[in-house]
């Protein structure tokens, strides 16, 4: 057992602090991670051609629950893959595979967001759109510092005046006051505005949805955003009040994004695979999502096998 394992085991109440999730979430996920594993190991092993035993061959150094916390730890710490190996007492590139393969896994037992959730079923996801008309959803955007491109076109490309770096830009649609998370875009090019961005994802929800934004969403008709100041005039107390009151109901998507952001892989600068930012994001809003209870995961799992 690893050190982190047992140090999990002997401190549940420390478990949050240190991957994210409460103890009992962590024991649900692990529960739900296991049977998901087996089920997509027994569909490998029913296409083998055998030439030793069931049975035989190498065993893995880590169990399930290891390799799952590990790529936890990495999403909540964002240590080097050497260190996470020398923690739990395997290789840089064995420590590497586990977080990119149950990366994979969490991508398919967590979704991202209640979009995401139900778009396998066309009735369900139109129903779904249909019932979010009825709120008034709040929407805004962040940047992300990522690498340096190597190419020359991706570095224009990437490079926001903004942040004086090359970012990636998400975007994030939660219910009010932050009950859930909606939507989520993941990995855009940092200087995209918010406002386009918006806009060229908007088909996604009914034509009648209406949103709430900050400024940087100002000629966007679906959008209700604050009063902007006039120029060289100021704002009458009474439209401070309403910019008041409307900022504390639209601040609920900052808190929201702010618990992504407490997996410090959503924080620094992202250093993976440039390819590997939407999946990781995307993942961490459905750990997110389960932390928060919105989502439930599921009694029993199937994996159809592909043709």
Known sequence: MSEILNYIEENPKETQRLIGLEYEQLQQLIENGERLHHEKQAIVEAKKVRLIARGGGRKPKLSVKEQIILTLVYLRHMTTFQLLGIQFGVSESTA???????????????????????????????????????????VDSYEQVRERPGDNEEQEKYYSAKKTNHTFKSQMIILPEGKDIVDVVAGEPGPKSDITLFREYRDKFDPKQRF???????????????????????????????????????????????SVKIFRVVQERFRLNPHKYEPVILAICGLVRFRIGTLILPTQISVIPPN
Not at 105 to 122: D, G, I
Not at 233 to 240: F, I, V, Y
Not at 244 to 256: G, N, T, Y
């Open 96 to 138: 590497n595979d586990t977080f990119k393969y149950w990366l994979s896994n969490l991508r398919e037992l967590l979704p991202s967001s209640l979009l995401e959730q139900v778009k396998k079923n066309a009735s369900d996801y139109e129903i779904v759109k249909e019932v979010l008309s009825e709120y008034e959803l709040i």
């Open 212 to 258: 709430k934004g900050d400024k940087a969403y100002i000629g966007e008709d679906l959008i209700t955003t604050p009063i902007k100041k006039p120029k060289n005039r100021q704002l009458t107390p009474e439209q401070k009040a309403q910019n008041k009151a409307f900022s504390a109901k639209r601040i609920f998507v900052e808190h929201r994004i702010r």
